[in-house]
């Protein structure tokens, strides 16, 4: 495609790479190679992009810069590229799991780095897609899971759980084991927020459970929770233990 000065395709493969790495969800630091040509190729990018097109290489290009260049000048300009196409005019030509998923990475951003942004506006234009048939199981699982992480954050601890507990449900109705350790880590992170220190250690025995230790961010969010966990209950060295191993 470089050869052929395809700008476009070539924007489609990093975006299709950049999704390879967030859904492996193991290792980011190659993300780093695809922001440069993010960077490279959009400045000042395809004289025109369909809205398909667009929300893909927009996206991806956000998670990319959320994961690894998070003070990156340029995320809040990228974030909002996201935010405008999801508005588009043309919005239902986009598969409604391309743009579910676009949207949980937004979300993500407004959890993050924008926290006064405009979240419940985003939530209230996503969740009638996810009645729409062509939604997979998948899709709503991971929308719910940034969903959750919303509410923990404004402080709505019992909508949190509430999520998680619906969606382990829904998620093992339909054979979807590796979002367990999502959805635990999500109720650890509420119960902790929210002071309960018995529902958050039996919470983090559930995720400890389903940890896969070939799976190094799985192992680094279970001794994150664990130090959160230790601290609630007073066992400060285990916590700074628990904290140290998670870096």
Same mark, same amino acid.
């Given at each position: 495609f470089a050869a052929q000065n395809d700008v476009r395709r *070539?924007? !489609?493969? &990093?975006?299709?790479?950049?999704?390879c790495h967030y859904f492996e969800w193991a290792d980011f630091a190659p993300m780093d190679f695809w922001i440069a040509v993010y960077e490279r190729l959009l400045d000042p990018g395809p004289a025109y992009l369909s809205t398909i097109d667009a929300l893909r290489i927009r996206s991806t290009h956000?998670?990319?810069l959320l994961f690894r260049q998070p003070d990156h000048p340029r995320i809040a300009e990228t974030a909002a590229s996201v935010e405008m196409l999801l508005g588009a005019a043309d919005i239902d030509t986009v598969a409604v799991n391309e743009r579910i998923n676009a949207a949980s990475i937004l979300l993500n951003y407004f959890n993050w780095k924008a926290?006064?942004?405009?979240? *419940?506006? !985003?939530? &209230?234009?996503?969740?009638?897609?996810?009645?729409?048939?062509?939604?997979t199981a998948p899709t709503r699982v991971w929308w719910h899971v940034h969903r959750a992480f919303h509410e923990q954050i404004r402080g709505r601890y019992a909508?949190?759980?509430?999520?998680?507990?619906?969606v382990e449900v829904y998620a093992s109705e339909h054979g979807l084991d590796w979002a367990r350790v999502e959805i635990h880590h999500a109720t650890v992170t509420s119960l902790v927020s929210s002071g309960d220190a018995a529902g958050a250690a039996a919470a983090f025995e559930k995720l400890r459970a389903v940890v896969?230790?070939?799976?190094?961010?799985?192992?680094?969010?279970?001794?994150?929770?664990e130090a959160g966990v230790r601290l609630l209950q007073h066992r400060y060295q285990e916590a700074a233990d628990a904290a140290a191993r998670a870096v």
């Open positions: *070539e924007l !489609l493969t &990093a975006a299709a790479a950049v999704e956000l998670i990319a926290k006064d942004g405009n979240a *419940e506006g !985003l939530i &209230a234009r996503v969740e009638p897609w996810l009645d729409a048939p062509q939604t909508r949190t759980r509430k999520i998680m507990e619906d896969t230790p070939s799976r190094r961010m799985d192992v680094a969010y279970m001794h994150y929770q």
